[in-house]
């Protein structure tokens, strides 16, 4: 579903290179439907959603939150909650003891924002109240406090973290597609936390990231330095389309293949 958007081209791009005997169907509204996309050699039309049935499919990759049926089904996580699971996928249960910090999501992460943050830019630059939707408020030159419950629900539930104590301040920010977390790290893992670290440490990351595009295979940026005794700095940054939510769609779909061949 939403097979018409930008993150489902990401998608489309981080399936192309998998071998295996398997089809991918595009669902999207009246607004995109009879659209063409190219995947793997052939032309993908996308279907008007009030069309299309499911109960063939093996895996259903919901972007719009629009299926409600009984077919295994996929829907991007948290940002926070994506970029952890990638970061500490590597370390045993109950590795980390606490994290406290600030995660930045940027307009991209709410349906339809980064048009809807570009139009508030246009708006205000005409002298208009900017259109408070979706975000709830003026998110363009802005940032918007969001709730952490429901991210702190979901952190807790990654094994590295099961036990750990959490505080994090949520931020809705106007970047388009960078995410930043930074991030003070509790463990008696230190040493292997530093390890992750891919780039020097540069603090002003942490206020004005690199809110354009990277290539589709980029890694995370990762910096790391010690802190008190125990502690760990992290500042993180990825592109939350690119970096984290095409690649967790692309282990999900290895994953069912797995189980089907």
């Not at 930045?104 to 005409?126: C, Y």
């Not at 390890?195 to 910096?223: F, H, K, T």
Request: charged share 20%.
């Amino acid at each position: 579903t939403g097979g018409g958007s930008g993150l489902a081209d990401e998608i489309l791009s981080s399936l192309t290179p998998i071998e295996a005997d398997f089809r991918v169907r595009l669902v999207d509204t009246l607004e995109s439907a009879g659209e063409a996309r190219r995947f793997q050699g052939r032309t993908v039309l996308v279907e008007l959603d009030t069309e299309a049935e499911f109960e063939s499919a093996d895996l259903v990759i919901d972007l719009d939150g629009s299926y409600s049926g009984d077919c295994e089904r996929f829907r991007p996580q948290l940002p926070m909650v994506s970029l952890v699971q990638r970061l500490f996928s590597a370390l045993p249960i109950d590795a980390i003891q606490a994290i406290h910090g600030v995660l930045r999501e940027p307009a991209v992460s709410v349906l339809g924002g980064v048009d809807a943050l570009a139009g508030q830019v246009t708006q205000l630059f005409n002298g208009r109240d900017p259109d408070v939707m979706p975000f709830g408020g003026t998110l363009a030159f802005n940032s918007r406090i969001l709730d952490d419950a429901q991210l702190c629900e979901e952190l807790s539930e990654i094994p590295q973290l099961a036990t750990a104590s959490l505080s994090i301040e949520r931020v809705q920010s106007d970047a388009f597609y960078t995410v930043v977390a930074s991030l003070w790290i509790q463990t008696p893992m230190g040493q292997q936390i530093l390890q992750l670290a891919n780039a020097s440490y540069d603090a002003g990351i942490g206020l004005a990231p690199d809110s354009g595009r990277v290539e589709p295979d980029a890694p995370m940026r990762v910096m790391a330095r010690s802190a008190a005794s125990g502690w760990v700095h992290l500042l993180v940054s990825a592109d939350l389309e690119r970096t984290l939510w095409a690649h967790d769609v692309r282990d999900a779909v290895l994953r069912r293949l797995d189980r089907v061949l």
